[in-house]
């Protein structure tokens, strides 16, 4: 399963299969965990999956940047920026199933 990408229809597949709900059933859960996710995202709020990781998201201020290739200096606006960090939890197991742990 390397270098294979999750997407929204493989998650509600797998909570249709583990749960047994219909297909809609479950694309709708999924639906719903996503946007709530993104809700709280949108209104500043960090969030936190247990044994996962947290979402969090961070203001960067406004600055003066430069073009690298001509040197030119460009304004960059103030902005928010959305961050993860994973968890230990989640650490260990990347780094297990890596044969580095």
């Known amino acids: 399963m390397a270098g294979k990408t999750i997407t929204r229809a493989d998650l509600s597949e797998v909570v249709y299969n ?20 993104s809700e709280a995202l949108v209104r ?3 969030v936190k ?11 960067k201020n ?6 690298p290739k001509t040197g030119e200096e460009v304004p ?4 928010r920026v959305l961050s ?7 650490k260990g197991k990347i780094n297990k199933m890596a044969g580095l742990d």
């Open 18 to 37: 583990t749960v047994g709900l219909s297909r809609s059933e479950s694309a709708q859960i999924v639906e719903t965990v996503l946007d709530l996710v």
């Open 44 to 46: 500043g709020d960090d």
């Open 49 to 59: 999956l247990s044994s996962f990781g947290s979402f969090l998201v961070r203001h």
């Open 62 to 67: 406004g600055r003066i940047g430069r073009n």
């Open 76 to 79: 960059i606006d103030p902005r």
């Open 84 to 90: 993860f960090r994973a968890s230990h939890v989640l």
